[in-house]
């Protein structure tokens, strides 16, 4: 069963940093490139950043550019996000999600496999 577990949420104060992980089971991640996206309460899902499938190529919403580091371990399955300097409006909930092959996209919709969400909350 293909599943995707998302960790490192919570609490943090504006400038602040949190790191998020999403570990893959019952798949090779290494065939997959990864987007983590996120929705706020009353808002759309958005696509916050992408990695592709050996992590030579990586995107990331404008609003995050310079804050944000995405990266990948295939050997172990999993795949991070480094959030820095967090400001108030990078609060939601964050997702990661897998589409399979060596593209990234922004659409939700291209991405078959999603991860629970973790909570973010930069609150002083």
């Known amino acids: 069963q293909l599943q995707l577990v998302e960790s490192g949420g919570g609490l943090v104060q504006p400038g602040g940093s949190l790191g998020l992980s999403c570990a893959a089971s019952?798949?090779?991640?290494?065939?997959?490139?990864i987007g983590w996206f996120r929705q706020a309460p009353g808002q759309e899902r958005e696509g916050v950043s992408c990695?592709?499938?050996?992590?030579?190529?990586?995107y990331y919403r404008d609003a995050t550019k310079g804050r944000f580091t995405i990266s990948r371990d295939n050997a172990k399955n999993t795949v991070y996000l480094q959030m820095d300097s967090l400001k108030p409006e990078d609060t939601a909930v964050y997702y990661c999600?897998?589409?399979?092959?060596?593209?990234?996209?922004?659409?939700?919709?291209?991405?078959?496999?999603w991860g629970q969400g973790t909570q973010v909350t930069v609150s002083s």
């Open positions: 999600a897998a589409r399979g092959g060596a593209v990234c996209s922004s659409s939700s919709k291209t991405y078959a496999n």
């Open positions: 019952g798949f090779s991640l290494s065939d997959y490139s």
């Open positions: 990695i592709t499938t050996t992590g030579i190529s990586t």
